[in-house]
């Protein structure tokens, strides 16, 4: 079971080293800082500085206390939100040796419905859609339509085990299977990178560990790359490397 | 062991996503209530477009047949002066002094009088008459054709006898056909003819032979002024067709120079006067139109924005996801844009019943004041689906510039 690599860049690194630490990063982050503004003299310092580089293939958790700057970190490497670049060092952030720093708006959105999959702690499927729409729904944004996208969606609703499901209103799914449509609609375009914030966080212990399971399943069956922010322990458990936040920078890391 | 796939590289162009009109459809009716109510809020607007719209039509119809009229050159003259034809008597040889002014090629003498004098008739847009002139002298001369589109019209031979040719809506108004006798202030005369439409005058006229016309006029005259007046020598108006190439307004300043109790219309007094009336209605209309546009934009960007307000996670995650700020503004554009069409189209259909109904029930009153046309029909459409697009661009904008991570935070 596998897929095909795709890019030069795949093969490279592939070739030359299997998963060892000398392997290229598939994305790596320098000097990220954030501080968002709350008032006009209130601001929270959110990331103070953090470097990371997250290998391909890898399956690793983002954990920390409330506020530690865990969710900064992934919108930063989601490319929701660019690092800071008016103070201290300069920033770095590179995704597939591509630097994602200097992009503008559209193109960090057009490598999110390309080359990325999103999944939220409260599953966020858009309410009037079907489960096959909500899948379609990011074949669209990544500019596959029609008869292209149909099996492709169908493909994904199948891999998270709701092929039954795939003409029901997110109002008549579980939280779990909800959950699993999100995946899905994540993993639709086969992007390089999967980002989850909590995503077991809203649901019960049974259905997040079927869910857990799920993406563990498609990291070493699929070899993607997933990063999980996260609070439950049993998720850092499962996945190859936890880096621990504290205070908007980087405590440590397990593994 | 496979490896996994790695970043594609991004293709050179992305097609236009197309935004799917079931979607669209499904956006709208999550709120019933609101959405219902904006369309209506359209839909009254675009009413009273089509409404007015239609009677303006009708309007613009009888100024622009009047204008043909007069574009032969034709000059009417009458007595009183001002620039408005008045019925008052003049003696029939005035006519052989205007005939000897230079460059005047024919004068056709004329009768005109209300058809009725009950107040209750006076309807909007062209008084029901009673006409006849002179037969046989204005014959190719004028470029307004009246056509019979049942029985004949009147000629020379008809003169002495009672027999009248009605205007279309006339007759539609009675009921009559050719063949019937009517009865026109206490004589009665037999339907000859029935006049095709002509959208102006003619069609509101019954046409009686001259002397018969002179003779129904004469009667209407306080008994002082009769005293003094036989029914042969006197009219109303005088027809005055310049020769080719005379300018009419100089034959209508010897007309005026040779009594001034004579007032005259050529083409460029009728347009002057028709001009400023059409001109009127074009801005009552205008007017409406932008009361309408006001009204029904104002909904539709407060439907629109707070739609908006309540999808805002959803949007959030649309962004996230990679949809584009232009995606999400094509699809808030496109949803407030079918508000407005449908509005637009639910005002069109109430407006043509309306105006439809109004007609019906004008007929017999003799107040047939609307015309709906494709072009009223097209452009009201067309106009309220551009103001929901245009009113939608607002929140779509709004929309487009929401950051996608508090988006998705907002509750």
Request: glycine fraction near 8%; proline fraction near 3%; hydrophobic fraction near 45%.
């Given at each position: 079971m596998t897929t095909q690599p795709h890019t030069n860049l795949e093969n490279e690194t592939m070739t030359a080293t299997t998963h060892t630490q000398a392997q290229t990063p598939l994305l790596a982050g320098r000097n990220l800082r954030k501080t968002y503004r709350l008032g006009r003299r209130n601001t929270l310092q959110a990331l103070a500085g953090v470097d990371v580089a997250i290998r391909p293939g890898e399956m690793v958790a983002i954990m920390g206390p409330s506020g530690s700057g865990k969710s900064t970190l992934m919108h930063i490497l989601g490319l929701l939100h660019a690092p800071d670049m008016n103070h201290g060092p300069r920033p770095e952030l590179t995704f597939g040796g591509r630097d994602m720093v200097a992009l503008s708006e559209a193109e960090r959105t057009r490598i999110r419905a390309r080359e990325m999959g999103f999944v939220f702690q409260d599953f966020n499927l858009v309410p009037t859609l079907t489960a096959l729409e909500n899948v379609l729904l990011a074949c669209d944004y990544a500019g596959s339509t029609g008869p292209k996208a149909r099996p492709a969606a169908l493909e994904a609703l199948a891999l998270v085990g709701l092929s039954e499901r795939a003409g029901h209103r997110p109002a008549e799914l579980s939280g779990g299977e909800q959950q699993r449509v999100a995946i899905a609609r994540a993993l639709v375009n086969r992007p390089a990178l999967v980002l989850a914030d909590e995503p077991t966080g809203n649901l019960d212990s049974a259905r997040s560990e079927e869910v857990l399971a799920l993406l563990r399943r498609l990291n070493r069956e699929r070899g993607q790359t997933f990063v999980l922010v996260?609070?439950?322990h049993e998720v850092g458990a499962a996945c190859d490397r936890v880096v621990r936040m504290r205070d908007g920078r980087i405590g440590g890391v397990d593994r | 062991?496979?490896?996994?796939?790695?970043?594609?590289?991004?293709?050179?162009?992305?097609?236009?996503?197309?935004?799917?009109?079931?979607?669209?459809?499904?956006?709208?009716?999550?709120?019933?209530?609101?959405t219902g109510l904006t369309i209506v809020g359209i839909a009254i607007g675009i009413w009273a477009l089509v409404v007015f719209g239609s009677m303006a039509n009708r309007i613009n119809d009888m100024v622009?047949?009047?204008?043909?009229?007069?574009?032969?050159?034709?000059?009417?003259?009458?007595?009183g002066g001002g620039s408005v034809p008045k019925s008052n008597p003049i003696d029939l040889a005035v006519g052989n002094r205007i005939e000897a002014i230079p460059g005047v090629a024919a004068v056709v003498p004329g009768v005109s009088l209300n058809l009725s004098d009950d107040p209750s008739s006076v309807s909007f847009g062209l008084p029901p008459m009673i006409t006849a002139e002179k037969p046989g002298l204005s014959d190719g001369l004028g470029t307004f054709v009246e056509t019979a589109a049942s029985g004949?019209?009147?000629?020379?031979?008809?003169?002495?006898?009672?027999?009248?040719?009605?205007?279309?809506?006339?007759?539609?108004?009675?009921?009559?056909?050719?063949?019937?006798?009517?009865v026109l202030r206490g004589e009665s005369?037999?339907?000859?003819?029935?006049?095709?439409?002509?959208k102006t005058q003619p069609d509101n006229s019954a046409i009686v032979p001259f002397a018969a016309g002179q003779r129904l006029y004469l009667a209407t005259l306080p008994s002082v002024v009769k005293a003094n007046l036989t029914a042969a020598e006197v009219v109303t108006a005088f027809q005055v067709y310049p020769k080719p190439g005379i300018d009419p307004a100089t034959v209508a300043a010897a007309i005026k120079a040779l009594d001034p109790e004579l007032g005259t219309?050529?083409?460029?007094?009728?347009?002057?006067?028709?001009?400023?009336?059409?001109?009127?209605?074009d801005d009552v209309l205008m007017g409406i139109g932008l009361i309408s546009l006001v009204v029904g934009g104002l909904s539709v960007v407060n439907t629109m924005a707070m739609s908006i307000a309540e999808r805002t996670r959803e949007i959030g995650i649309k962004r996230a996801i990679g949809a584009s700020g232009a995606r999400i503004v094509r699809e808030v554009v496109t949803e407030s844009a079918l508000i407005g069409f449908i509005g637009g189209v639910i005002g069109l259909t109430l407006g043509a019943v309306a105006v439809t109904l109004a007609n019906e029930a004008g007929r017999s009153s003799d107040t047939i004041l609307f015309e709906l046309t494709l072009g009223t029909a097209?452009?009201?459409?067309?106009?309220?689906?551009?103001?929901g697009a245009l009113a939608g661009l607002v929140p779509a904008l709004h929309a487009a510039r929401l950051d996608p991570v508090a988006a998705l935070r907002y509750e």
């Open positions: 996260t609070h439950d | 062991m496979a490896s996994g796939p790695a970043p594609s590289i991004v293709a050179a162009s992305k097609p236009l996503e197309e935004i799917n009109p079931m979607h669209t459809l499904r956006n709208l009716f999550r709120r019933r209530l609101r622009g047949n009047g204008s043909t009229y007069f574009q032969s050159g034709v000059i009417s003259v009458w007595s004949r019209l009147l000629t020379a031979a008809d003169e002495g006898s009672n027999v009248t040719v009605l205007g279309c809506d006339l007759a539609l108004q009675y009921g009559m056909h050719v063949g019937d006798t009517i005369f037999t339907i000859v003819g029935v006049l095709a439409q002509t219309m050529d083409a460029s007094d009728f347009d002057q006067q028709a001009g400023s009336y059409a001109a009127m209605l097209v452009t009201s459409v067309a106009f309220s689906t551009v103001l």
